[in-house]
């Protein structure tokens, strides 16, 4: 089994995507990884993240190894990513790896931007998670609150609100629900009740 589960930052598709790797004992891709990976290396390295084709060289060079950067859980490893995901050459180097990740036994979940649309056309599950802007910055600042770091609301609304315009503004696989996706909105739902919603939608499939 495929599970293709997209949306926009901070929806919560990440925790739900893991948590249903474990329920149905599948591997789990966290594609934006890749994204972050490629932004990173490509910043500290000084390279230019405006430039597609160095962007796709990068993508192309990719190593394993990259994936355990220290830093690549934060907002700024996130915006670095939506900056060179909007090149095709990245987009084109980094489908082979997914595609033959999900088709690895016993199946996947990935999440992503573009894994139902994309990368899984095919998916026998498809969950397009989202929420709404404030209840996503809302999350993000109390995740940052709850480590004992600052966290400015409204910089931080903003900064979604700018990434999500990126994501779904970009030609290349944008950031969209796919047609046979069921939705899931977590605005007004804790984790839990998120990923009985999940669980719910891939049973009825299953059906
Ligand atoms: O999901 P995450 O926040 O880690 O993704 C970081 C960025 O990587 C996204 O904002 C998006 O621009 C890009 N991305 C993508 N396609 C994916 C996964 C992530 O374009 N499948």
Redesign the pocket.
Known sequence: MIIAI?G???AG??TIALRLAEHYRLNHL???????AIGRKMADAGLDLDDADLAGTVARALDPADLGHADLRGRE??EL??RV??HPPV?AALIDF?RDFAARPPGAVL?????GTA?CPGAEVKIFVTASPEVRARRRSDELIAKGREAAYERILAEIRE?DA??SGRAA?P?QMAPDAALLDTSDLGIDEAFRAAMAIVEAKRR
């Open positions: 997209d926009p930052a901070a598709k990440g966290d594609t934006g990884l890749l994204y972050r490893a996130g990513a939506s995901a909007i987009r997914q999440d992503g931007r573009d894994i990368i990434r990126r994501d696989a950031l």
